[in-house]
C-alpha cells in the first residue's frame, strides 16, 4: 500500500473536562469535601452534564486532591464521595460522568498535579480523545494553564472566590453558559 492509500485515522470523540471543587460541587475553602454529607453539588451540573453527553461529548472530572496526599482523607473516602456523587447525577441527570481522574500528589512541582497537563493527557489516551475540540472548565489558574497546555479551548468560571480572571478561550458566569459554546 502506497502513502497516498493510507487512511488517517478519525479524530476520537471530544471532552469536556471538568475541575471538581469550584465547579462540581461548593469548594470548602481552607478544607476538602471528606465525606458525602460535605459534598454540596453545585448549580447547572445536572443540566450541563446531561446536555453535553447529549451533544456527543465525553464528560470527565480532571481534580487535584491533594488531602488524600496529606492523610485528610483516604483514598476509600475519595472514591467513596465520587461513587455517591455519580449515584446521585444518575438519579437527577439520568447520565454520570465517563471518567474521574485525580491527583493525590502533595509537592505542587508535581508532573501530573494542575497545572501540568498529564491527567487531561491519560484521559485523551485512555479514551481517545481529541483535545483540540475540547474544553478545559475550572474556577483556577492552574485549570485553565492545564488545558492550555493540553490543547484544548478554556473556559474559566467565575465565582464567589474569584481574584484574578486568567485569559481563558471563554468566561462563564455560570456552569450553563458552556452550553452556548459546545
Request: glycine share 8%; aromatic share 8%; proline share 4%.
Amino acid at each position: 500500500m502506497t502513502d497516498i492509500h493510507r487512511r488517517t485515522p478519525d479524530p476520537g470523540p471530544p471532552a469536556i473536562f471538568f475541575d471538581r471543587d469550584g465547579v462540581i460541587n461548593a469548594r470548602i475553602l481552607g478544607g476538602y469535601v471528606r465525606h458525602w454529607n460535605e459534598f454540596e453539588l453545585l448549580p447547572g451540573v445536572v443540566e450541563t452534564l446531561r446536555e453535553v453527553k447529549r451533544r456527543g461529548y465525553l464528560a470527565i472530572i480532571i481534580t487535584n486532591q491533594r488531602g488524600v496526599g496529606l492523610g485528610i482523607m483516604s483514598e476509600a473516602d475519595l472514591a467513596n464521595v465520587h461513587e455517591e456523587m455519580q449515584n446521585a447525577l444518575e438519579r437527577e441527570a439520568g447520565v454520570r460522568f465517563d471518567d474521574i481522574i485525580y491527583c493525590t500528589d502533595t509537592d505542587s512541582s508535581s508532573t501530573r498535579r494542575k497545572p501540568a497537563p498529564t491527567m487531561l493527557f491519560e484521559a485523551a489516551e485512555k479514551w481517545h480523545i481529541d483535545l483540540r475540540n475540547s474544553w478545559m472548565i475550572g474556577d483556577s489558574m492552574s485549570d485553565i494553564e492545564a488545558g492550555k497546555r493540553a490543547g484544548t479551548k478554556t473556559a474559566y468560571l467565575i465565582t464567589q472566590h474569584s481574584e484574578e480572571i486568567p485569559k481563558a478561550t471563554k468566561i462563564l458566569h455560570k456552569l450553563t453558559d458552556i452550553l452556548a459554546f459546545v
